[in-house]
């Protein structure tokens, strides 16, 4: 179980003031669930450490439970009994059936909820026709006032008046019957072995100033309004503050050695003072020297990281004139494979052609070739036949018939060599 904060009450560890306090609540439900038809089921909303549910559970049948996991725990390891069960879940979302309890209980369990108004709808919910809801929470203007200095509680989500308790409450329940809490001395005549006891207390009925209220609230009537006083067997106030004072003395003894013991380890403690004064004075120097340096050292990293910056800025422009250069590698490079497309294409054209001439070409000079040799037959022939005219010429210019008619003027005058 956690530590002691003031907000949830563990009985050992609470002195008995304020645990009584928090039990007259619960001696109040009792009187309240004796007078229910019995078998009485109670349940104990935002139960707490435990100690109240085990009040309880002396006259009826108790479900309890809390939002803690570690309340839940510290209950059920000190306070589990027969009749009793303890659960974790919340107030503002109750698990339970309609109309299941004759009584339910939420001590100073309001104030701590954002939704306050669920936990009044759904224990309206879950309560019988005739049963009764016992809710109760400290009166803001009082708690404000006495916690002085200390401001509000940082536990506390929302406080009330008596005016605005009572409002919430009539807005739920038709039947609502809110009673003061105080905290009052008492002067009590008791014999050894006493038959009985008389009360004499007519209580305060003044709201604005209770320290709490706790009301109760119903679907039907309320029978009792009667004043309710608890006197605990520990509220001997005066035996009390005699143990208190006691337990001080003892405290205020030990404050004494121990601050004796801390004025002999002063004048220890003054001397290592001066010690480290004087390691102080070095190590500030040293430090000094070390602040200067690191003075010189931050200039020297703001310089490279200007030159860095620099070359940063450089090596980016540079990336942004070797990706245009890269662009235009690659342009250049698919104009170049066009053109050398283009230009396989037209070579192959002009070879094709080339061919094509190679083969008309060597078809002429096949058929020149063919002519020639023809024209160079026809060449001898023609030759071989002018000798022969040429030799038949002679013949005839040699015969002795050509000659005599030549000079009697007849016949074909011929020219030498035909």
């Known amino acids: 179980m956690s530590e002691f904060t003031g907000e949830r009450v563990i009985p050992e560890l609470v002195d008995a003031d304020l645990l009584n306090e928090h039990l007259a609540r619960y001696r109040f439900a009792n009187r309240v669930a004796a007078a229910l038809e019995k078998p009485v089921r109670v349940l104990d909303a935002g ?35 027969a009749g009793v069960h303890f659960f974790q879940a919340a107030c503002e979302a109750l698990p339970f059936a309609p109309e299941a309890f004759d009584l339910v209980a939420a001590f100073e369990v309001i104030e701590h909820l954002y ?31 006495s916690r002085g200095d200390a401001g ?45 006891s ?13 320290h709490f209220y706790l009301a109760a609230c119903s679907r039907s009537p309320i029978a009792f309004d009667d004043v309710f006083a608890w006197l605990p067997s520990s509220a001997n106030l005066l035996r009390e503050r005699e143990r208190h004072i006691a337990k001080l003395k003892g405290e ?15 004048g220890e403690l003054q001397l290592r003072h001066r010690e480290l004064t004087a390691e102080l004075q070095r190590r500030n120097e040293w430090a000094a020297e070390l602040d200067r340096e690191i003075a010189r050292r931050d200039n ?12 940063l800025a450089w090596i980016a422009d540079l990336e942004s004139q070797l990706g245009r250069a890269a ?18 294409t037209e070579i192959n054209r002009l070879e094709a052609e080339n061919a094509e001439l190679r083969s008309q070409a060597q078809s002429r000079i096949d058929r ?19 000798a022969e005219y040429r030799e038949e010429l002679r013949r005839i210019g040699s015969s002795k018939w050509l000659r005599a008619g030549e000079k009697l003027g007849l016949g074909p005058r011929l020219r030498d060599g035909q």
């Open 47 to 81: 139960c707490g450490s435990g100690y109240g549910t085990a009040e309880l559970s002396a006259a009826a049948l108790v479900t309890a439970f809390d939002i803690s996991r570690e309340a839940v725990a510290h209950a059920r390891a000190h306070y589990q009994r």
């Open 152 to 196: 509000p509680n940082p536990f506390h989500l929302h406080e009330f008046d008596y005016e605005e308790f009572r409002q919430a409450l009539d807005a739920i329940f038709p039947h609502v019957r809110i009673w003061t809490q105080n905290h009052a001395e008492a002067i009590v005549f008791s014999p050894r072995n006493p038959r009985g």
């Open 115 to 145: 939704r306050w108004r669920e936990l009044l709808a759904d224990a309206n919910r879950v309560l019988k026709p005739s049963g009764i809801l016992l809710v109760s929470t400290p009166n803001r203007d009082y708690y404000a006032e």
């Open 368 to 386: 020149l070739e063919a002519t020639l040799v023809e024209r160079t037959e026809w060449a001898r022939r023609l030759d071989a036949e002018i």
């Open 252 to 266: 205020l003894e030990k404050k004494d050695a121990w601050l004796r013991e801390n004025i002999e380890a002063h």
């Open 300 to 311: 020297r990293i703001r310089e490279l990281q200007e030159e860095h910056a620099t070359r």
């Open 327 to 344: 662009a235009e590698i690659a342009r250049l490079a698919s104009e170049t494979q066009e053109l050398r497309e283009q230009a396989q």
């Open 198 to 210: 008389v009360l004499e207390a007519s209580g305060s009925g003044d709201p604005p100033g209770a």
